[in-house]
DNA sequence: CTTTCATATGAATACTTGTTCACGTGTTAT
DNA sequence: ATAACACGTGAACAAGTATTCATATGAAAG
């Protein structure tokens, strides 16, 4: 989502001082990082998303059984599964024609409630 | 981003047990504390916001100076502050003709280092 | 091989979102 | 009052995204 901003006009005022700004470029991650941290976030950030997170943090389910649950299509299921995948949150598991996913790493419940915790004050 | 989904059609199969689904509808969230929790990751989706995050985690500063370190318009700032305000992520202060903007909660920080640490792996 | 079932995937569409532009607000100084 | 400055904001546009629909893949059964 970060758009051009290559050369912003920028006012004239400049109140930090220049350990500030030493600080501020130490401390920042690269700009790969940065990239990398939003898409992780950006992946939290659908409702459908952290629904089938809740159901993998339950058990281990296969494509359909999240579908019925959530009262969603198969291939809505299937495309957000994909998404989950693709940035470790879950792994999968054939057997058969069905397909088991599961939660990836056991922290991600632990990023889940921290996010509960600050939306309740 | 959450649309419709009221009628699915669901597959026939059903793997889980019936005291899966009870587990998973006790534990699951309400709908809003749902939709509360993804707006919340959302704003952290962001890789303008993320690095506005990592500047007030160095000091309080202003608008202007944060537009200047991270080389953009102060309107496009301004813009993302307000979205990090309403979701009570940020403060700010006025002092004259400026206004300073710093940290809401400490356990910000908490929450971005373990994105990090997911990232790399 | 053909059918069936569970899942994946590509294209299309509606919706969301970040930035820019122009202008409005509020404060300080002249 | 007027000008200058820091900041906020609404509209508009481009880019991104979630779901649906149709279809493809891959495994098991007949």
Excluded: W
């Amino acid at each position: 989502m970060a758009r051009k901003h290559e050369e912003a006009e920028r006012c004239e005022c400049m109140h930090v001082h220049e350990d500030m700004i030493e600080m501020v470029e130490t401390h920042m991650p690269q700009e790969e990082e940065l990239a990398d941290l939003a898409e992780f976030f950006r992946v939290f950030g659908d409702t459908t998303r952290i629904r089938i997170l809740y159901v993998l943090m339950c058990s281990e389910v296969c494509v359909c059984d999240i579908a019925n649950l959530l009262g969603m299509t198969q291939s809505a299921i299937s495309h957000q599964l994909r998404v989950l995948k693709q940035m470790d949150l879950v792994k999968n598991r054939r057997e058969g024609k069905t397909i088991f996913y599961s939660l990836a790493d056991s922290h991600i419940k632990s990023i889940l409630s921290q996010g509960l915790e600050h939306i309740n004050e």
